[in-house]
């Protein structure tokens, strides 16, 4: 029988083309995904996804075993890579509803530019919108991308990322940090903006 609250439908592999840009998010180009993140790595545009729950806990994930970079490795709720002639405010919405099962009202926070290597694995180099949200529901994962999630709370998070860093993204410990220094008030609600 199959599980409900799963889903393993491919949605991404290595062939994918990615946008590339300059530092001012202006495109330059197209390179497929495993191009990026050879060597020192490609400057490309991604997404990166924080949903919270009722109770302003962070669903965060575990990436799948498989992934290149980071896999088996915590992470924030969803983080992808917006396709060829998308908005990233429209592919954040989609890789929400295609890895999470899930539909909500995002809000952008913040946009920045990382460079982080993963030993011999490759390099990700990253303009990346965040993106924050709130939801009632519980997620129907995509299991080909998500090898296992939870809710957390805030402080929770705080104290695990800093006793075990490497169990974390290096993405998710940047944006985490920069959420809770100009977002705390966002952050105590759990992101449910009232009218």
């Not at 330059?28 to 924080?50: M, P, T, Y």
């Not at 993106?131 to 994962?141: K, L, Q």
Request: net charge negative; charged share 25%.
């Amino acid at each position: 029988m199959e599980d409900p609250t799963t889903n393993n439908e491919v949605i991404s592999d290595d062939h994918d083309l990615l946008i590339l840009v300059d530092s001012s998010d202006e495109q330059i180009g197209e390179l497929d995904k495993e191009a990026c993140h050879n060597g020192s790595g490609k400057l490309h545009r991604a997404i990166s996804v924080f949903i919270f729950n009722h109770d302003g806990d962070l669903l965060i994930q575990q990436r799948h075993t498989q992934k290149r970079l980071w896999g088996g490795v915590w992470s924030n709720s969803c983080c992808s890579h917006p396709r060829v002639g998308e908005e990233t405010d429209v592919a954040a919405h989609r890789r929400v509803a295609e890895e999470l099962g899930l539909k909500t009202d995002l809000n952008f926070l913040f946009k920045f530019e990382y460079r982080a290597p993963y030993a011999e694995f490759g390099t990700e180099h990253e303009l990346c919108s965040v993106y924050a949200g709130h939801v009632d529901g519980e997620p129907i994962v995509n299991t080909t991308e998500i090898q296992a999630w939870e809710w957390v709370p805030s402080s929770e998070l705080n104290q695990r990322v800093e006793q075990t860093p490497k169990d974390f993204t290096p993405w998710l410990q940047i944006e985490w940090a920069r959420i809770n220094a100009e977002f705390s008030d966002d952050l105590r609600c759990g992101f449910r903006r009232t009218p």
